[in-house]
């Protein structure tokens, strides 16, 4: 994690791939998906090039209605958000910023880091490395 306290987590299978597991994995886990904002096409449509970045907008608002009521402040950056981006040829990569992070930008109580840590782990097990079998393992 850097200072800033953006995760940068490396995806193990391709660009649409990783884009596809994690919305899946959301949307399996209850968690609702707000937004799939295809950058790299949005910047085509204004005749700029960029390499395929993809902005998952998600969230859960029983996870984090709580934390708004707590400091409304944390609207700004509800719903959570995770960037897919390939800036090198077979490079992913998924980027959030940390539940840490937002609980102490926002000083929120302890107690609501669960709230948000949930996704980071669901993250985290999507891009885990495929198994020796040569499988990825699916999302729980």
Do not use: Y
Not at 29 to 50: K, P, S, Y
Not at 52 to 62: E, H, R, W
Not at 97 to 109: C, D, G, H, Q
């Amino acid at each position: 994690m850097s200072t800033s306290g953006i995760v940068a987590l490396p995806s193990p299978v391709s660009f649409s791939d990783t884009v596809t597991r994690l919305v899946s994995a959301f949307q399996d886990r209850g968690i609702r998906v707000f937004a799939v904002i295809d950058q790299q096409e949005e910047a085509r449509a204004v005749g700029l090039c960029m390499p395929p970045t993809t902005l998952i907008v998600f969230g859960s608002p029983k996870a984090g209605t709580p934390l708004m009521l707590a400091n409304p402040s944390i609207g700004v950056d509800l719903p959570l958000k995770a960037l897919v981006c390939e800036n090198e040829p077979g490079q992913v990569r998924v980027l959030f910023t940390s539940a840490a992070t937002l609980i102490e930008r926002f000083s929120l109580p302890p107690r609501f880091q669960d709230n948000l840590a949930a996704a980071e782990r669901l993250i985290a097990e999507v891009l885990a490395p495929a198994d020796p079998a040569g499988t990825a393992p699916a999302p729980r």
